[in-house]
């Protein structure tokens, strides 16, 4: 089992960065990816970007491709979420995810383990 705990919830204004973290517990030695995922009322739960554990290669969401920077520390078992230029519709619930394989990192089922999720509002 892997335990992920998310931190850096917040209310930014529009234009406005905010950072997230996620730190990893148990049998990370068995993770291949981290991912952070969003779901805002009334939507379903979409990718925003992941990261392979080992290689750290990173692949965006077209919403948020320039805008936003994943990230990890193998050493802390962290990986992060660098959120600039933030717009309204970045306002939703981020997940942080892990998975086991390298397979469709998009997806939501390459994910065995899910954090409880962090708020992130943005204000126009």
């Known amino acids: 089992q892997v335990q992920l705990v998310e931190s850096g919830r917040g209310l930014v204004q529009a234009g406005g960065s905010l950072g997230l973290s996620c730190a990893a517990s148990?049998?990370?030695?068995?993770?291949?990816?981290m991912a952070w995922f969003r779901q805002a009322p009334g939507q379903e739960r979409e990718f925003v970007a992941a990261i392979t554990w080992r290689g750290g290669v990173s692949s965006y969401s077209d919403s948020v491709k320039g805008r936003f920077t994943i990230s990890r520390d193998n050493a802390k078992n962290t990986v992060y979420l660098q959120m600039n230029s933030l717009k309204p519709e970045d306002t939703a619930i981020y997940f942080c995810?892990?998975?086991?394989?390298?397979?469709?990192?998009?997806?939501?089922?390459?994910?065995?383990?899910w954090g409880q999720g962090t708020q992130v509002t943005v204000s126009s």
């Open positions: 995810a892990a998975g086991t394989t390298l397979g469709g990192l998009w997806s939501r089922g390459a994910y065995a383990y």
């Open positions: 148990g049998r990370t030695f068995s993770m291949a990816a």
